[in-house]
């Protein structure tokens, strides 16, 4: 069973049709990131999950609720955290508590307040006195202390500086671990590749890929090569045809490629040049995003 499960979803905003037929899947004990433009759709995809974006249409089921189970029941289920958090100005962290113990059947105070104690949170201070990253904190506690098994997070270290999004790292990860199923967006993808197990890329309302980030690591490699003389043009046209090579660089001596499957063919061309050195590395998640998606994140 997923934590949650979407398929041919879709959704507008106005005239615009942001969701085109979104397929996504996220395991339990997971922490799988939601990857794409602005505009692209995450947050969309977030607000539908829960309900919360009126005409969204396709199948949408949470853990083991029927599908098309409706807003209420799914947010006792499943618990969000929009963009730069959502808090009551006038309400402490302890008055959020207070109220979250009335709202979930499945409260927990001590992951609250734990929570909130490692993102140095004030438990006492009205929440439209807070830092950004403090407001971050809250919602973010609040979220935990719901005992939801599916969270969905959008940007959710926006705000926090380094310490605190380390912090929150380790929480995420460590709520993975007890078996919980956590959904984030990012658009800081070295942190990503430090935080998550799964990637889904998103790109005009649909989800162009969705895989294992050991998978993705093990499918795109760059190889370089450092070459014992200038390789002749012909030498370069042969490696450039060897399945599996998506790009080719020559800077001087050293030859770079950028490989996506099994890369024995390529590294028994190369070994055939005769290389001073050979070194394989998985592409940046950077790389493989732009690939797929088109510029940056």
Same mark, same amino acid.
């Given at each position: ?49 829960? #309900? $919360?974006? &009126?005409?969204? /249409?396709?199948?949408?089921?949470? *853990?083991?609720?029927?599908?098309? !189970?409706? %807003?209420?029941? =799914? ?83 926006? #705000? $926090?500086? &380094?310490?605190? /999004?380390?912090?929150?790292?380790? *929480?995420?990860?460590?709520?993975? !671990?007890? %078996?919980?199923? =956590? ?115």
């Amino acid at each position: 069973m997923n934590a949650l499960r979407v398929r041919d979803l879709h959704a507008r905003h106005g005239r615009r049709e942001v969701l085109r037929g979104a397929d996504l899947q996220v395991p339990p004990g997971s922490i799988t990131a939601l990857l794409g433009q602005n505009g692209s759709g995450k947050s969309t995809l977030m607000r539908a999950v829960l #309900g $919360l974006h &009126p005409g969204a /249409r396709g199948v949408i089921e949470v *853990l083991d609720l029927p599908p098309g !189970a409706g %807003g209420l029941l =799914v947010r006792q289920r499943a618990a969000l955290v929009p963009t730069g958090g959502t808090v009551m100005p006038g309400e402490t962290a302890r008055t959020h508590f207070a109220f979250g113990e009335r709202v979930y059947g499945t409260w927990n105070r001590a992951m609250a307040l734990a929570t909130a104690g490692a993102l140095h949170v004030p438990l006492d201070q009205p929440a439209g006195k807070l830092s950004t990253g403090q407001r971050m904190g809250l919602a973010v506690a609040y979220a935990f202390g719901s005992g939801c098994q599916l969270l969905l997070l959008d940007e959710p270290t926006n #705000g $926090l500086d &380094p310490e605190h /999004r380390e912090r929150l790292a380790g *929480l995420l990860a460590a709520h993975a !671990a007890e %078996g919980y199923a =956590v959904l984030l967006s990012s658009h800081v993808l070295p942190e990503v590749e430090g935080l998550a197990d799964r990637a889904a890329f998103l790109k005009e309302g649909r989800v162009v890929l969705e895989a294992d980030l050991d998978e993705l690591r093990a499918q795109h490699a760059v190889v370089q090569a450092i070459l014992p003389d200038v390789l002749p043009a012909g030498t370069l046209r042969h490696l450039e045809s060897v399945a599996g090579v998506e790009r080719l660089d020559v800077q001087g001596r050293t030859l770079t490629l950028q490989v996506r499957g099994a890369r024995e063919a390529v590294l028994a061309a190369i070994a055939a040049a005769r290389p001073v050195d050979v070194q394989v590395r998985p592409r940046p998640l950077a790389e493989v995003y732009a690939d797929l998606l088109g510029g940056a994140a």
